[in-house]
């Protein structure tokens, strides 16, 4: 009889098995090579920015191995020091403010994320960041204050009751979150203070804070191993990846038809994108859609380069975003994590006055004249970063940024007025506090205004030019 009931059950699952190895062929032969290409194209956009997160907080969370690997999830882990350039996982790091790490796995229960009063004139944040790379809230000098309090973040599925003395409830659309925490340093001899105020960061399970027993915990993930940034930029594998995230996204009502679509190509939640089931044409249709996918990126970074696009576009929640999904994966590729504008906007330099890329082999200028610093709630800085890898850059001086802590150390001309000198070699030792070192080759300089004043959001303040100097010495 077990014999009979073992040789039923197998043939249930070689059934069932068959029946969808049936409909994914069956859907497959339903799609012509040219909607294939369409479709690839519209869901590598849509996949680029949450596999790159995905590798990031694989990197951050799990793998133990990892150089980047930070603490298991539902723990905070200080980092007491600032980015350099031996920190090579996230593109376009800051390096002004000392960071603070969290994966958030929301799937059993909320976590309570205490913070201590802040001195009012040191800003700080929590950036909370979703598995769609949305940065769905904050909390921190900008939105809640610098008085401290307890902020319940909870998953999409949470119906609990919101208990005594949490100070707000944030929710999130996905059961998997990252929260960054930056906290100003003012000098480097501020890290202490720095280093005291991480120390009060805490964060609990709900059951935890309020002193009762846990509750069953979900069950253990099985993370599969991330592709590194080379393959996501080509691999087909992207859809792969995808679809294991897309469990921990509970699919958003205006995603519904595009989920439709993708799912022509087996791109979804639950589904299992078999590149080797394609038919040839249709794997040549895929690949030509994934590149169709980075000409649109390349000329939206050309709009970019003009000024025509703005960090303050292209980073935000969902609603502020509207499904721009060639905007998330511009914000993606060219600085992941990237804040919303009300908090921070990155007014960048990838050209210099004459539209001619930067390098390295050039010698540059920047000019604040007197009044005209960049109008921030907080402090403005601004960044090195050696192309194409937007990272930082070595240099003798270690000085991977200039910042408006630093004012008191600059050299102002006789009205007041301030230059920058962006190049490798030193402009000379009476010239050096206004240098920033770039690479021998390729660069972009980031300028970052923290907490902006409302004209630098609505453009009546304008980044002066990068101006590149001739043989001579003239601008």
């Known amino acids: 009889m077990r014999m009979n009931l073992n040789t039923r059950a197998a043939g249930a699952v070689f059934a069932l098995f068959t029946a969808l190895l049936f409909q994914s062929a069956q859907a497959n032969a339903d799609v012509s090579a040219e909607e294939a290409r369409a479709i690839a194209r519209e869901a590598y956009t849509y996949a680029n920015p949450m596999v790159d997160n995905y590798r990031i907080i694989y990197g951050s969370f799990v793998d133990r191995a990892n150089p980047e690997y930070k603490t ?26 000392p960071y603070s790490w969290l994966g958030l796995d929301l799937r059993t229960e909320p976590l309570v994320l205490t913070v201590p009063p802040i001195e009012k004139e040191r800003y700080f944040n929590i950036q909370l960041i979703d598995l ?25 599925g949470w119906q609990g009751t919101v208990p005594p ?65 080379d393959e996501i930029t080509k691999s087909p594998a992207v859809f792969q990846q995808l679809n294991f995230v897309l469990q921990f ?8 038809a595009l ?33 169709d996918a980075w000409e649109d990126f390349a000329q939206l970074k050309q709009r970019a380069e003009r000024g025509e696009v703005g960090s303050g576009d292209i980073f935000g929640t969902r609603d502020y975003l509207q499904n721009n999904y060639p905007y998330r994966m511009a914000g993606a590729v060219l600085g992941i994590w990237g804040h919303s504008a009300a908090e921070a906007i990155y007014p960048s330099y990838y050209v210099d006055a004459n539209g001619e890329k930067l390098d390295g082999a ?31 850059v070595a240099n003798p001086i270690d000085r991977y940024l200039v910042n408006s802590p630093m004012l008191p150390d600059f050299v102002r001309d006789a009205e007041g007025g301030i230059t920058l000198y962006v ?23 980031v300028m970052r205004l923290y907490w902006p004043k409302p004209e630098a959001l609505d453009g009546s303040w304008k980044i002066p030019p990068l101006t590149k100097v001739d043989a001579t010495g003239a601008n």
């Open 72 to 97: 298991p999830w539902n723990q905070l882990k200080n980092i007491a020091r600032v980015y350099t350039p031996e920190d090579r996982a996230v593109q376009t790091p800051n390096s002004d403010t």
């Open 132 to 156: 769609y790379t949305h940065n769905f809230d904050y909390i921190g000098s900008r939105t809640t204050g610098n008085d401290g309090g307890q902020f319940l973040v909870a998953g999409p």
């Open 165 to 229: 003395g949490i100070t707000q409830v944030i929710r999130a659309e996905t059961e998997l979150v990252t929260a960054v925490y930056r906290t100003q340093l003012f000098s480097p001899d501020d890290m202490d203070n720095v280093k005291a105020i991480q120390a009060q960061y805490k964060v609990q399970p709900l059951s935890a804070y309020l002193g009762q027993p846990a509750p069953t915990a979900a069950p253990e993930i099985a993370f599969i191993p991330p592709l590194t940034r």
């Open 249 to 256: 996204c509970p699919t958003h009502p205006t995603e519904k």
């Open 259 to 291: 989920m439709q679509r993708f799912a022509k190509l087996d791109i979804g939640a639950g589904k299992a994108f078999d590149w080797d089931a394609f038919s040839p044409d249709i794997q040549a249709a895929i690949a030509q859609g994934i590149a």
């Open 362 to 392: 050039n010698r540059y200028t920047l000019y604040f004249a007197p009044g005209q610093l960049p109008p921030v709630n907080s402090f403005w800085s601004l960044t090195m970063y050696e192309q194409p890898a937007s990272l930082l």
């Open 423 to 445: 190049q490798h070699d030193s402009p000379g030792k009476d010239k050096e506090p206004n240098w920033l070192p770039a690479p021998a080759g390729p660069f972009s300089v």
